[in-house]
């Protein structure tokens, strides 16, 4: 069975330092991609960064960096130079795609980050 | 590109009464899915579907019907709402499910069962 843990419930961060979101996940599945999600208050789900099972770099997308340790099972996310319109909560997603990824995603509870200015 | 649009966006209803939520997306994707988001439990599974008159349950399918008959609709009804089932709902698409395949989410749909 699929798991993901988010074990930082909530984060203060001071405006402009870097931010690492922990995340670890379980599966016997070689194929996957772990995701994340940012959920503003405002409520929607919007899809930040990807990183697939086989990439052998980090996945980058602007400010967010994935630091995918595929031995430990660990795939958390960097905000550098954090900004005021970070505060939201982030959910670390996962997809099992060797067993067709048909079922979606795999949520963790998230975390709730709040910048400081 | 209007991409997955739900609606109603908020919905209060009395116990017992049917209720449907919209779910439409552009994109022509395969898969589309329905989750719900509740305090403590994070976003979970009600129902997927891979493609038009195909659809499958999730982790939570009980007391929820989907249909799919066109590529670019999946609503979901409460048949009959109870209070358990108030929540933020989650319509989501997807292009397939080879690696890299991104899920995408509509804004969600807050309802309400009084």
């Known amino acids: 069975a699929q798991k993901i843990t988010q074990t930082q419930p909530g984060m203060f961060v001071q405006e402009k330092e870097a931010v690492t979101l922990d995340c670890t996940y379980d599966?016997?599945?070689?194929?996957?991609?772990l995701f994340w999600y940012k959920q503003p208050s405002s409520g929607e789900m919007i899809f930040l960064i990807y990183?697939?099972?086989?990439?052998?770099q980090n996945a980058t997308e602007g400010r967010y960096s994935l630091n995918f340790q595929k031995a430990r099972k660990s795939a958390n996310l960097v905000i550098s130079a954090s900004q005021l319109g970070d505060s939201a909560m982030y959910f670390c997603?996962?997809?099992?795609?060797?067993?067709?990824?048909?079922?979606?995603?795999?949520f963790g509870k998230g975390t709730h980050l709040i910048i400081q200015p | 590109d209007a991409g997955i649009t739900q609606s109603p966006r908020y919905k209060i209803t009395e116990t017992g009464r049917q209720v449907t939520l919209m779910c439409h997306q552009t994109?022509?994707?395969?898969?589309m899915f329905w989750y719900r988001q509740d305090l403590g439990h994070g976003l979970r599974l009600i129902y997927y579907?891979?493609?038009?008159?195909?659809?499958d349950k999730g982790e939570v399918p009980d007391g929820y019907v989907v249909s799919r008959s066109k590529t670019e609709n999946f609503p979901l009804t409460l048949e009959s709402a109870t209070r358990s089932q108030t929540s933020v709902y989650f319509c989501?698409?997807?292009?397939?499910?080879?690696?890299?395949?991104?899920?995408?989410f509509g804004e969600g749909s807050w309802l309400t069962v009084v």
């Open positions: 989501a698409s997807s292009p397939g499910t080879v690696t890299g395949n991104t899920i995408y």
């Open positions: 599966t016997s599945d070689p194929s996957y991609g």
């Open positions: 990183q697939g099972s086989y990439d052998q």
């Open positions: 997603a996962m997809r099992d795609f060797e067993g067709g990824g048909a079922d979606g995603l795999t």
């Open positions: 994109w022509s994707h395969s898969y």
């Open positions: 579907s891979a493609a038009a008159d195909i659809t």
